[in-house]
């Protein structure tokens, strides 16, 4: 009788293993972790088809992060991940974000390795408040790293281009000057850039300033199209906050106020399209794809959540459809994203939890996704 209870026992305990196994593999954790440090890890849950899960070892000291994370950037080909920070406030609500005067004591650039070793961080003073950030020419011998500045002291309201070691190398704008120029060109809190590999840039000018434009640069940095209107209507914004070009010549813009993205023809600037279906609780804050050019990966930063878009074909833009959503725990903040080319890595900047995060891709039968 007694052997028949262990047996019971037995089976019971295992069969409880195998549940928390399975939920672990399909949800990558059960609730908060704590990683060394005092910094939080936040748990998360999948909806969908899971294709990302959460690397818990990245990075090896997540206690360097030491302000608000905005923004995030891979060098696949290096193996480096730069992630943008700034001081933390004194308080936050869920849409406010208001951080203290810029200190030193905070450096505005945390370098890692994509394994997670911390490498160097930049003690730059020509960074106020950095916003979007993006590793251009990762490919050439002389990679770049371009980062949108918000601020309003002297440094603010424009895109300056570094070193992967922090030096200041251009400023397109009027550094610590505001406004709607052309020529020559200024910015009010540019929100995001994105380099192309044949050099063309696309800029969102407008994280809540006076301005609400796409701007499309030349190589040469000269004026190429524009759309600069504020509203709802097509081709206007309010607050255009990411933007991303796919290999069909199509740009895609997070149009943040109005909760959807917009699509443009990259050449002549034409409006293809619109996606707000998908975006009726929160706007989407960030827009990237992922390496098989399969999904649109966005953030939707109140209700702290990662979705997956599925990528139209050439010729259609459709509706968009929700593929996979990554859950994040309350008062995270996602806020902008990058990913690795060669991995399909992604990476998160979180404003609310003040650290990045890695998730890496499900492989099914050896390839990504």
Sequence with gaps: MLNKKRGHTCLL???MAALLLLMVVLYGTIGPQQASGSVLRPGYLLRGSPLYQLDLSWPQKPELFSGQVFGVAVNQNAGVVY?????PPLTHTLTSFSPLSPSADVPKVLVFSTEGEFLMSWNTTTLEMPHGIFLADAASANPTVWITDVGNGPYGHSVKQYSPSGKLLQVLGASGKAGSGMYPLQFDQPAEIFVHPSGEMYIVDGDGGMNNRLIKLSKDHEVMWM??????????FYIPHSVTVDDY????????????IQVFNSITGEWLGTWGSCFSEDAPYSVRLTPDKKYFVVVQLNTNQISLLEAPPVGLIGQCRVVSVIQLAEEVKPHLVDLDLKTGALYV???GAQQAQKFTPFRLGGNFL
């Design 83 to 87: 992630v943008a920070q700034r001081d």
């Design 227 to 236: 759309h600069g209107e504020k509203g709802q209507g097509m081709a206007q």
């Design 249 to 260: 010549h199509r740009v895609w813009v997070a149009d943040r106020g109005n909760k959807r």
């Design 349 to 351: 900047a979180e404003i």
């Design 13 to 15: 305990v295992s069969g």
